[in-house]
């Protein structure tokens, strides 16, 4: 009955929450920005530090294969065609901390997101059968039930749930304890943080999305950001913890961050190693490099690399092997008014052993240990393949030309999309676009913050 509850409070949220103005969210997302934009927030509670806010991001895709089942293929989050999907509705309460200084400081956040987006938020990291042994896992309850068992696509999550203090050491030292977003790679699960709608494929099958541990990060100069963590929680190499199930499996994560003196120009490098689990040694490790630089003052290059590994790991054909993958993408943003932007994302995605990407991703998310799934009758494929992803993105923000004063619609941001997708199967055909190697989508979404 909880469960119902709290779907109803979400809902009734959505409808009932106060829109307020807003800041325009960052392009920048994560620890690299180059140019950091605070985040949307309400004026509750600021006599004390306290900040309330969030986002709604709902959008609508068009698949031109027009497939029968309605899914995407393997593309994550916007992965439903013909289909209006509430994305992300993200309601975050938190006391930001200090970055330097000569006092203590503490504070921390909790989010909560309700939408389509939930599912692959949650803290999955143990999944429903054993990587290493294809035996069903006990599953985390951190976030996985916490509402809508009816719904196929809709559920709730609790991404972050952290304290955070600062401490006047050297330069100063932040600090965070909880379940956090994962400070590795470019782009992020928060919709407000990423210049196009879809995702790549390196970001949703190469890299963690939280992580369960303790971060540290620290400022060595102007020119140097170190980060170290340990993360702990998960059945995957500390990727997607929890906090009730796997926490004698500790893992490493570290990363530092270069910035030119000019701010034009920045290299962040992140990676984290592990063994796969409480009940295996074997090796789950990855990096991510990230370049960035500012080609004119209008114009944004990102070059974004990952490379992961997992040992002795089962496989869709039911064999033991290491499995390797990585991916590269580039991204081009240039502002064409102070409120216009256009992007273009171009990527491959190599899953050598066909153990990170499946189709549809939801499908695989949403199966549980004795094998029952709730958003489809029908099992999700996984094969060695080379994904290829094209985009074209378009950031409106439209409040000069409404010429209108309401509120809500100072944070509105629109973002059309055009996203070709190919597949080459490694040794064997491969169609999983609805039984076809490629597919066209055309998508459109819009997102406010308060």
């Known amino acids: 009955m909880y469960k119902i509850k709290l779907c109803a409070v979400a809902m009734g949220a959505l409808l009932a929450f106060p829109v307020g103005a807003a800041d325009e969210p960052s392009a920048l997302p994560k620890e690299v920005k180059l140019e950091v934009k605070p985040e949307a927030k309400s004026e509750l509670g600021s006599g004390n530090g306290i900040e309330v806010g969030g986002w709604v991001n709902a959008g609508m895709t068009y698949n031109t294969n027009k497939p029968a089942n309605g899914f995407n293929g393997p593309v994550t989050f916007a992965d439903r065609s013909k289909e209006l999907q509430l994305n992300q509705f993200n309601v975050f309460v938190q006391r930001a901390v200090a970055t330097e200084g000569k006092g203590w400081d503490f504070g921390g956040r909790l989010d909560v997101m309700f939408g389509t987006d939930a599912i692959f938020t949650q803290a999955y990291g143990i999944p429903a059968r054993d990587v290493n042994t294809g035996q069903a896992s006990a599953r985390s309850k951190w976030d996985l ?12 999550a609790l991404p972050q ?10 330069n100063g030292l932040n600090l965070k304890l909880g379940h956090f977003y994962s400070p590795t790679g470019y782009e992020t699960v928060p919709a407000p943080d990423n210049f196009f709608y879809t995702k790549a494929y390196t970001f949703t099958n190469g890299e963690p999305f939280t992580h369960t541990g303790l971060l540290g990060n620290y400022v060595v100069n102007k020119n140097w950001a170190l980060m170290g963590a340990a993360i702990t929680g998960s059945a995957t190499g500390g990727w997607d913890g929890g906090l009730d199930k796997q926490l004698n499996n500790w893992g490493g994560l570290a990363g530092g961050t270069w910035t030119s003196d000019d701010k034009i120009s920045s290299v962040n490098l992140t990676g984290s190693y592990s063994n796969t ?46 499995a390797m993958w990585y991916g590269i993408d580039m991204q081009v943003h ?3 008014r102070d409120n216009l932007s256009v992007g273009v994302r171009a990527e491959r995605f190599h899953d050598r052993d066909g153990f990170r990407v499946c189709s549809p991703i939801r499908v695989s998310q949403a199966t549980d240990g004795a094998g029952v799934n709730f958003a489809a009758s029908f099992p999700a494929t996984c094969r060695p393949a080379d994904y290829y992803d094209v985009t074209l993105g378009i950031n409106w923000k439209p409040t000069k030309e409404l010429k209108t004063d309401w509120k809500a619609m100072q944070s509105l941001n629109i973002r059309p999309n055009i996203r070709y997708d190919r597949v080459d199967g490694i040794g064997q055909a491969y169609n999983p676009f609805d039984s076809k190697r490629d597919q066209l989508l055309l998508s459109v979404d819009a997102m406010i913050s308060f």
């Open 277 to 322: 689990s409480a009940q295996s040694n074997q090796p789950w490790k990855f990096y991510s490099l990230v370049i960035q630089h500012k080609v004119t003052p209008k114009t944004l290059l990102v070059l974004h690399q990952t490379t992961g590994f997992a040992g002795g790991v089962l496989l869709y054909d039911n064999s033991h092997k290491d």
């Open 145 to 156: 039930n916490l509402c809508c068992s009816s719904s196929r696509f809709y559920n709730a």
């Open 334 to 336: 240039h502002d064409i």
């Open 161 to 170: 749930m952290y304290v955070e203090g600062y401490a006047p050491v050297g």
